[in-house]
Structure formats: structure tokens, C-alpha cells
């Protein structure tokens, strides 16, 4: 949901006039994240309703705008200093930010060069291109229009009211409602007219609807597809067909976008401690303890690093143990391996653990600490990331739920080190897996309790 600026000011009164929460304000707005509504409320303490105010423009000078990125490169967060200075919203700082660092000091200019500073041909050449704009827009939304219409009837002739509308309102996202009219010839009453009795109809899916509201917002927070959900429905006694689930979840705008990211690497070469792939991608298990891989992923915020090294068991898909922190060091590898301990006793022994070669890896210190935990060391081959997928299927699951499109709601690593902590806990506990149609715990207690 896009909101103006009248919107964002309406937000804030609420929250700081009226106390209603930002829970509360967010569900109002179709689910408005709550951190920004944060930062709103912080801009309008400090600065009231100036930075609210609707301006045609806003300009940006250049000095002003290095000077912000200076800030920001001396250790401010990206929110306070947006806060400073009255931006509405600190992606606009961000954006900045990426511009200097990609493309250098020079890119960054006056955001929207003031009007005196066109010449006449200038202004006029703008005016021209402005009309020829708007004339190009509306062929598009004709052009668009007769191809849904199409689709509703054989001739157009026959569309009636009803059906205009549905195209109309299909095509709002792209193009302005003034001119859609225009080309159907619907007066603006009668088309409010047929939204409202469309909206008045009897939704046969309105309880599955809300079901899925409370799973992808509430309990899962916009993490799991729909595939996820339809599972969870179905173990909730909901009959509904897996591509009505889909169809619900994208007219919701219920979906994610995936982004690539810089891998961590730890090979250091042959360091005189690899050992033979005993795996060999043999990853099918018949029980619980019996097959897991490990690797060491990293996530950088600012200036600082954190590394996140698991144990997944490739039977059940269960985090058995994990270690988050600032460095990669041998120590944090030994230390998850007392988390394993401590937490599966005696049933580890026997378990192979697939690694790469890695420096950590090759380390005498964590060969000795499997041995005497009674675990089988396995390594993958040199580069060769497919002789550990289970593992690396787990750290881009996790980094598309928590990471990939939400790095700017992270202000601090601790911030990040937290979500992941939370997120393992939902992942082991709540998260269903597809194959196994459980979440990884329940699935690891049924098949041990059949044993």
C-alpha cells in the first residue's frame, strides 16, 4: 500500500495523539511495517509537520547530500541521520549512499535542478515531451483495455457495465483511473457504483482468507510461500486446492523477490587436513542422527561482519545446533559442537557430518572434538558446493525469509544476530517443510517415537 504524505502524517497523530499502537496502526494501513511507521513518528517529534507537508518538489542539494553520506560513512545509522534532516523516508539516504559508492563522488548532483535554471527552448522542449508522455500513457491503456475486453466478450459492443468495471479496476495498477474512464466511457458514480456491490458480494473464502492472513503476516511474518500455507491448511482441516491457495496469496501481493548475494569462503588451500567425501551426495538418510552437513554463512551490516555456522540434519532438516556471531574461528565451530552435545547427548554418535574444506575444517582441534564425540568426518570435494546442498539449501531459505530485500530494517548487527536466534527457533519449531509436511521437530519426535 502506497501512502501520501497526508497518510503518513494522519499515522503519526494517531500513534502520539490518540496512543493508538503500532500494531494497531499497521493493520489499519493493509499491514504498513511497523519500522517504518517508527521512523515517521521519530521525524515528526523532531521536526513536526514541515516534513509532511506536500511540495511539488524537493530539493536536494549536492553539498547537503555529501554531507549526509559522510555521516553515514563515520558510523551513523542511515535512520538517524535521515531523521536529522527531515527525509520522509531514509531509502532516499540509502539510494544516495549506493550512488556514491557505485558510481563516485561526481554522480551525486542537485536532486531536481530548480525551474530558473532551464532556458526557454528548454521549458518548452519539457511541456512538449510532458503532453507526448501522457498521450503515449493513455495509447497503452486503450491498447490494454481492448485486450481484456476481449477477453470478457466476442465483440465489444457487448461488454456490459459490470464487465468494463472489472477491466477498469484490473488496470488501475498501471494506469490513472481519469483515463480509463475516459476510453470506457463510464461515469466516475456508476463505476464507484459497481466497485462497491462487487466488494458487498458473499466472498465464499473469506474464513480462508483470514487464515491465511494470520499464517503469512502473523505467524510466519511474510516468510513461506504457498505451498507452506496450503500444507498448513490442510492440517487444519481446510479443503481448499493448492492453486486457489496460490491465487488468494498473489491477489493479496503475498509474494517475494529473491536476491543474489556474496557467498563466504573459508578455503585456504590444502592445509594438510582433508579427509575423503564419504558422502559422496548420498544425502538420503533412514533416521534421525544419522547424516548432517555444516558450512559457516556470513552477513555483512555496515562495516561488521556476522557469521552464522549450523548443523542441519539432513533426515529431518532440524537445525541440531548452531553458533552466531562477529568472527569465523575455529573456536565457534568447537563451541556449536558442545551445543550438540549438550543438546542430543548419546545420539550423535555414529552421525556423519558433511563439511567443506574449509580452514576451520581441516583444523585438528575440530577433528579431535568429532572423534570424541563419536562423529564421522566427511568433506566435500574442492568448489564442488552440490556435495553439501542440504546445507546450502538451508542458508538460502533462511537469507530469502529473514535477509535477501530487508537488509535496511537491520540498524545494528545485534539487531540481525536477534531475528536470527528468533528465526532458527520458528524454523525448528513452526516452519513446515514441504517434503516432510511437519516442521522439523515434530518431524524428528514422530519418527523416534516409532522407533
Known amino acids: 500500500m502506497k501512502l501520501t504524505m497526508q497518510d503518513k502524517l494522519n499515522i503519526c497523530k494517531e500513534h502520539i495523539i490518540e496512543g493508538k499502537t503500532l500494531s494497531h496502526i499497521s493493520e489499519r494501513y493493509d499491514n504498513f511495517p511497523t519500522s517504518s511507521i517508527k521512523y515517521m513518528v521519530k521525524l515528526y517529534k523532531k521536526h513536526g509537520e514541515e516534513p509532511f507537508n506536500d511540495r511539488e518538489r524537493r530539493i ?3 553539498d547537503t547530500k555529501l ?3 559522510n555521516r553515514v560513512k563515520n558510523g551513523e545509522s542511515i535512520r538517524s541521520v535521515a531523521v536529522d534532516f527531515g527525509l520522509t523516508d531514509p531509502k532516499i ?11 563516485g563522488k561526481d554522480r551525486i548532483q542537485d536532486t531536481y535542478p530548480r525551474k530558473n535554471y532551464l532556458n526557454e527552448d528548454e521549458r518548452y522542449k519539457k511541456a512538449v515531451d510532458k503532453r507526448l ?8 491503456a486503450e491498447i490494454e483495455y481492448l485486450k481484456k475486453s476481449q477477453s470478457l466478450a466476442k465483440k465489444l459492443e457487448d461488454l456490459t457495465i459490470k464487465e468494463k468495471v472489472k477491466v477498469v479496476s484490473e488496470l488501475r495498477a498501471e494506469f490513472e483511473l481519469k483515463v480509463l474512464l475516459e476510453i470506457t466511457k463510464v461515469p466516475l458514480s456508476v463505476y464507484y457504483y459497481n466497485v462497491k456491490s462487487i466488494k458487498n458480494r458473499i466472498n465464499k473464502y473469506e474464513d480462508v482468507e483470514s487464515k491465511i492472513d494470520y499464517l503469512y503476516l502473523k505467524k510466519h511474518k511474510k516468510r513461506i510461500g504457498y505451498q507452506r500455507i496450503y500444507i498448513e491448511l490442510k492440517n487444519e482441516g481446510v479443503i481448499i486446492g493448492k492453486n486457489k491457495v496460490l491465487e488468494i496469496m498473489r491477489s493479496k501481493g503475498y509474494s517475494k523477490k529473491n536476491k543474489i548475494n556474496y557467498k563466504y569462503n573459508s578455503y585456504r588451500g590444502d592445509l594438510g587436513g582433508i ?33 552464522l555456522s549450523p548443523i542441519i540434519d539432513f533426515k529431518t532438516r532440524e537445525v541440531l545446533a548452531y553458533e552466531v556471531g562477529y568472527d569465523s574461528k575455529v573456536k565457534r565451530v568447537i563451541r556449536m559442537l558442545d551445543n550438540l552435545k549438550e543438546t542430543h547427548k548419546e545420539q550423535i554418535k555414529g552421525m556423519i557430518i558433511q563439511s567443506d574444506q574449509g580452514v576451520q575444517y581441516q583444523n585438528s582441534r575440530y577433528s579431535d572434538a568429532l572423534k570424541e564425540l563419536g562423529i564421522i568426518q566427511s568433506m566435500s570435494r574442492k568448489g564442488n558446493c552440490l556435495d553439501n546442498s542440504p546445507t546450502e539449501n538451508f542458508f538460502g531459505r533462511l537469507k530469502q525469509e529473514i535477509w535477501y530485500n530487508k537488509e535496511y530494517q537491520y540498524e545494528t548487527s545485534k539487531d540481525l544476530i536477534t531475528e536470527i536466534h528468533e528465526y532458527i527457533k520458528y524454523y525448528n519449531e513452526t516452519r513446515i517443510v514441504t517434503r516432510l509436511k511437519s516442521s522439523p521437530i515434530d518431524y524428528r519426535n514422530k519418527l523416534l517415537s516409532i522407533r
Not at 539516504?93 to 558510481?103: P, S
Open 93 to 103: 539516504l540509502a539510494d544516495w549512499i549506493k550512488l556514491y559508492d557505485n558510481e
Open 60 to 62: 536536494y542539494c549536492r
Open 275 to 307: 579427509v575423503s567425501n564419504i558422502l559422496n551426495q548420498d544425502f538420503k538418510a533412514n533416521k534421525p542422527y544419522e547424516k548432517a552437513g555444516t558450512d559457516i554463512t556470513m552477513f555483512r551490516i555496515k562495516e561488521e561482519a556476522v557469521y
Open 133 to 140: 508522455e501522457e498521450e503515449n500513457i493513455r495509447l497503452k
Open 67 to 69: 554531507l549526509l553520506i
